[in-house]
């Protein structure tokens, strides 16, 4: 079963940093692609940055320039470097995978995505 796990969340200061992990587990073969989504209270879930293979990474435009996404696959663990955080950026932030291949029973198996759990961010002074 492929699972993701977020960490890294916390309460910081405006301006302040912070840098989120999310690492899949389950087998895994190959994940084409990974993201950062955000969900603030009453608002629907929004990307904030992805990246595919090779490298290739996309961002809203609310956190160009401020966040980095980077990606280590061969620990299957993607990270969102935030830094000059603003109390808009407040939200629950959700890891995402694409197009993932894994073994399970013996079998190689794909799943077109799957979500973490989320983690919560506060920018607050």
């Known amino acids: 079963q492929v699972q993701l796990v977020e960490s890294g969340g916390g309460l910081v200061q405006p301006g302040g940093s912070l840098r989120l992990s999310c690492v899949a587990d389950?087998?895994?073969?190959?994940?084409?692609?990974m993201g950062w989504y955000r969900q603030a209270p009453g608002q629907q879930r929004e990307l904030v940055a992805t990246?595919?293979?090779?490298?290739?990474?996309t961002y809203s435009d609310s956190v160009k320039g401020r966040f980095t996404i980077s990606r280590d696959n061969a620990k299957n663990t993607v990270y969102l470097q935030m830094n000059s955080l603003k109390p808009e950026d407040t939200a629950v932030y959700y890891c995402?995978?694409?197009?993932?291949?894994?073994?399970?029973?013996?079998?190689?198996?794909?799943?077109?995505?799957?979500w973490g759990q989320g983690t919560q961010v506060t920018i607050s002074s």
């Open positions: 389950g087998g895994i073969l190959n994940i084409d692609g």
């Open positions: 990246i595919r293979g090779g490298g290739i990474t």
């Open positions: 995402k995978a694409e197009g993932v291949s894994y073994y399970s029973a013996g079998y190689r198996r794909y799943g077109s995505s799957y």
